[in-house]
Structure formats: C-alpha cells, structure tokens
C-alpha cells in the first residue's frame, strides 16, 4: 500500500510541473501586450516601460516562471494587474461559490445516476432499461447552458420560486444563497447524471456477466442480495473514475453557467481575467484548478484500493 501512495504521489507531482510548464508557456505566447491593454492605445512610451517594471515583465522568463512557482508553493499568488489586489483574495472570494456548487451539482448527479444505472442494468434489454438510457441520452445530447435557460424561465421567471440569478453572499443567509445556487447545481448535474448513469449500468452488465456471479446466483443467493452485495461493488471503479472528473468538471468547467446565472465563481474570474489579459490571475487560478485535479485523482486512486483490496495486493 505504500509504495501504491508514493507512485501516485509521484505521478502526481510531475504532472503539476509538466502542467505549470505547458499553462505559464501558452499564456507567454499569447498576442497583446498587458500593459498596453491595461492603460489603453494612447500611453506613453514612459507610462508602458513603468508598468511593464512594476508587473515584471520586463524579466527573463526563466526568472519569471521560476519567481511565479516559488509564490505557488508558498501559497502567494501575486497581485492581480486590473484589481489591484491579491490574486489568493480574489480566489477565496469566488472559491465560497465554486466550491459549494460543484458539491451540490456532483451530490444532485450521483443521486440521480447510481439508481437510475442500478435500475436500468436490472433490467437489461426490457422496457425500464430503454427508457431510462433514453433519457440519459437526452441529457447528454442537451446543453446545459440551453437547459439553464429553460430552468431560469420555467421556475424563476414563470413560477417564482427561485431567483434568475445572481449571488447574495453567505453573509445574508444559508437558504438565500443556496436558492441562487439551486438552478445552477441542477444545470450542471444533469448532463453529467446522464453519463454516469449509462456507465453505472455498463459497469455493472459487465460484472453481472462474470462467473462468480453465475455462481452465487446458483447457489441459490437472491438477484437483489448479489446485484447490491457482489455486482454493484466490484462496478465502482469507474464509476468512481467518472466522479473524480465530474467533480474536477463541475470545480473547473463552470465557465458558462456562472455567465448565465451572472454567478461570481472560479469560471467567471478566469473568463473575465483572460479577456482583460491579467496573466497571473489567469496562470494562479488555472494551476489551482489543476492543483485540485491532481488532489481529486489521488483521492479517486485511494477510493480504488479500498473498493478492490486486490490492488492492494498487486502494488
């Protein structure tokens, strides 16, 4: 079991070099120049070169790559060039809204997915079972910003019992601030209930059909007992390998529903720092996000050992 963690921990921490590599290097590639975009065309030489000082552009990129990862690993994040503030501020400020979000949204999609797969892999090739992956291929097939849509105008705008959008805070209430994250989390849990429920119910066709099952069910053990007993365990992982992305997704991938929803979440500062070309905004937040995919991951490959206790034994 030690040396399954250290090879994951190992792998883990090469791919945050590799990546902190690739993100600092694309986002130094891009067209514009930051200082122009931030006081505009008609700056002065003067005006430019002191401002390209004062963000430290005007270093080596080695140096510059090295000064930002030294600040990653000690947690400062820089100041941000548009809002003059701490980049590690500006991320626990939207992180209060990304984080409770994608929890609600993963809580929602494997509510919804792990019975509908159970349910349709019980009754493979009868009529609960096209219904059901009907509907999950529905959903994947829907935008979820198109299905927000419908969301906003069906139960905020017809009916009233949840707001369009926007975010009170924490500050002014658990239930005010949970209704604005209600149709966002829904949203967003769908389309990825869809695809876990079709892998839920592929995973388990294909342990139903083993011999140790044909077995049990020989010796005269009751469908359901083996089905929720044998089956369904040694059909987690990956189903667990799916809700490790999904949670990855729902952190990182919320770009457009928190436009839709006008929320003030992870997605929206990295949308509006990459348009205003605040590089260290971007760059921060961006190996974060990678940060708690590596995390999420490690916990899934641990979750992995603990289900099957064989791979404890082969690594």
């Known amino acids: 079991m030690t040396a399954y963690l250290l090879k994951r921990l190992l792998i883990g921490a090469a791919t945050m070099v590799v990546a902190s590599l690739v993100v600092f290097a694309v986002l130094e590639i891009l067209p514009g120049d930051p200082a122009q975009l931030m006081l505009g065309m008609n700056a002065t030489p003067d005006a430019l070169a002191a401002l390209r000082e004062q963000m430290g552009?005007?270093?080596?990129l080695l140096f510059r790559?090295?000064?930002?990862?030294?600040?990653?690993?000690?947690?400062?994040?820089?100041?941000?060039?548009?809002?003059?503030?701490?980049?590690?501020?500006?991320?626990?400020?939207?992180?209060?809204?990304?984080?409770?979000?994608?929890?609600?949204?993963?809580?929602?999609?494997t509510a919804i997915?792990?019975?509908?797969?159970?349910?349709?892999?019980?009754?493979?090739?009868?009529?609960?079972?096209?219904?059901?992956?009907?509907?999950?291929?529905?959903?994947?097939?829907?935008?979820?910003?198109?299905?927000?849509?419908?969301?906003?105008?069906?139960?905020a705008v017809w009916l009233r019992l949840v707001p369009a959008g926007g975010f009170p805070g924490w500050g002014g209430g658990v239930w005010p601030a949970l209704k604005a994250l209600i149709l966002p989390a829904v949203a967003l849990a769908l389309p990825q209930a869809a695809i876990l429920a079709r892998v839920t119910r592929s995973a388990l066709i294909e342990v139903l059909g083993e011999d140790y099952i044909r077995t049990a069910r020989a010796k005269g053990m009751p469908r359901r007992y083996v089905l929720w007993r044998h089956a369904l365990r040694n059909a987690m992982i990956p189903v667990l390998t799916i809700l490790g992305l999904q949670f990855a997704f729902l952190l990182a991938g919320t770009i457009i529903i928190e436009n839709v929803f006008y929320l003030p979440g992870l997605g929206r500062l990295v949308f509006q720092a990459i348009t205003q070309r605040d590089l260290i905004v971007v760059e921060s937040v961006v190996?974060?996000?990678?940060?708690?995919?590596?995390?999420?991951?490690?916990?899934?490959?641990?979750?992995?050992?603990?289900v099957d206790p064989r791979l404890r034994i082969r690594t």
Not at 115 to 133: E, N, T, Y
């Open 287 to 306: 190996m974060l996000l990678v940060a708690a995919v590596i995390v999420v991951n490690f916990l899934v490959d641990l979750s992995y050992a603990l």
């Open 113 to 155: 997915a792990l019975p509908v797969g159970i349910f349709a892999a019980a009754r493979r090739g009868r009529a609960g079972d096209a219904v059901s992956m009907g509907a999950a291929q529905l959903g994947v097939a829907i935008p979820n910003f198109w299905f927000a849509l419908l969301l906003i105008y069906t139960f």
């Open 65 to 109: 790559y090295l000064d930002w990862v030294g600040g990653l690993l000690t947690l400062d994040l820089g100041r941000s060039y548009t809002y003059s503030v701490p980049v590690r501020d500006l991320v626990a400020e939207r992180l209060v809204v990304s984080l409770p979000l994608a929890i609600i949204a993963l809580f929602l999609s």
């Open 57 to 60: 552009l005007n270093q080596p």
